[in-house]
């Protein structure tokens, strides 16, 4: 079992940037994926990101490509969304997941492992 905490989440304008990180123990760290989500209230837990156990892979939801950067630091257990150019759509509350495989994959059904959530809003 993998325990997930998530930190960074906040309120910023438009156009801002915000840089969410999700910290890891249990498991050992560099042989799963990471993935993030987000939820908005009254609608499903949408894929965001994922990245693969070693960092060589990434996928990236098309609301979000080009715009927010997944990483991971796998001597400090813990995985980054960087998330530039925000816009009001992107408010929601985000959750870091650890995946069931070494891949990145973007199945809800793929991750076991889910933090608490951060809440970020972006304002127009």
């Known amino acids: 079992q993998v325990q997930l905490a998530e930190s960074g989440g906040g309120l910023v304008q438009a156009g801002g940037s915000l840089k969410l990180s999700c910290a890891a123990s249990?498991?050992?760290?560099?042989?799963?994926?990471m993935g993030w989500f987000r939820q908005a209230p009254g609608k499903p837990r949408d894929f965001v990101a994922s990245?693969?156990?070693?960092?060589?892979?990434?996928i990236y939801a098309d609301s979000v490509k080009g715009r927010f950067t997944i990483s991971r630091d796998n001597a400090n257990n813990t995985v980054y969304l960087q998330m530039n150019s925000l816009k009001p759509e992107d408010t929601a509350v985000y959750y870091c997941?650890?995946?069931?495989?070494?891949?990145?994959?973007?199945?809800?059904?793929?991750?076991?492992?889910w933090g608490q959530g951060a809440q970020v809003t972006v304002s127009s």
């Open positions: 990245i693969s156990y070693s960092g060589a892979n990434t």
């Open positions: 249990g498991r050992v760290f560099n042989s799963y994926g």
């Open positions: 997941a650890a995946g069931k495989s070494p891949s990145a994959l973007r199945m809800l059904a793929s991750f076991g492992s």
